[in-house]
């Protein structure tokens, strides 16, 4: 069965950082493109970032270019997002979900995700 | 910018079918944006749905169906249930990423 759980979340002051975890298990993690997506209270879904198998590939949306980092270690089957300077608009559920690749498209989708750890940003 | 559309809310009788759309601000969605639908329930992680315009995901029951009409990706649920009552989400690939839809409140009364 596949299974993601996050950790790391909470509350932080503006300009703060925190490092976001995601533990993967069921799967062989490193065949496997990987994403955030996050969700601000009350609101939508919104992509974050994507890595590659082998984490030399990665993609950001605009808003947080330059403070995120997503990477990968594949010996522990984790996921990770470093956020720095972080705003009281990067609030939200943070997911992490396995990401399907299709080479014929160049296109993605979510297949699985975790239940989320939430970020809180206020001073 | 290029935002995804979405009906804020649309309401379909226990039975009934009802077809959300996923369309752009400026242009036609095509297959080639990859449309993709997730649902999601009230404090509950999304689910996939559909990918690839008209791909199942595994599990899904066969009274999800997606499809183009027109110039908007479109998902269609055939006897509705009262647990399909879910907020649903579109998401394209688009040259700047992967973009969700604000999401649709669909409510089975």
């Known amino acids: 069965e596949v299974q993601l759980v996050e950790s790391g979340g909470g509350l932080v002051q503006p300009g703060g950082s925190l490092r976001l975890s995601c533990a993967a298990s069921?799967?062989?993690?490193?065949?496997?493109?990987m994403s955030w997506v996050r969700q601000a209270p009350g609101k939508g879904l919104e992509w974050v970032a994507n890595i590659k198998q082998d984490g030399n590939e990665k993609y950001y949306v605009d808003s947080v270019k330059g403070r995120f980092t997503i990477s990968r270690d594949n010996a522990k089957n984790s996921l990770y997002l470093q956020m720095n300077s972080l705003r009281v608009e990067d609030t939200a559920l943070y997911y992490c979900?396995?990401?399907?690749?299709?080479?014929?498209?160049?296109?993605?989708?979510?297949?699985?995700w975790g239940q989320g750890t939430l970020v809180t940003v206020s001073s | 910018q290029t935002v995804v559309t979405q009906e804020p809310s649309f309401s379909v009788s226990p039975g009934g079918t009802v077809t959300l759309t996923c369309g752009l601000s400026?242009?036609?969605?095509?297959?080639?944006?990859?449309p993709c639908w997730y649902q999601q329930t009230p404090g509950q992680a999304p689910r996939t749905l559909i990918y690839?315009?008209?791909t199942r995901s595994s599990g899904v029951p066969d009274r999800f169906s997606g499809s183009i009409l027109g110039n908007k990706a479109a998902l269609t649920i055939t006897g509705a249930q009262a647990d399909d009552e879910s907020d649903y989400y579109c998401m394209l690939c688009m040259g700047s990423g992967l973009v969700f839809g604000g999401g649709t409140k669909l409510t089975v009364l």
């Open positions: 069921g799967f062989t993690f490193s065949t496997y493109w």
């Open positions: 690839s315009t008209n």
């Open positions: 400026s242009g036609s969605v095509s297959a080639s944006y990859y």
């Open positions: 979900a396995r990401a399907r690749y299709s080479s014929s498209w160049n296109a993605y989708f979510f297949d699985y």
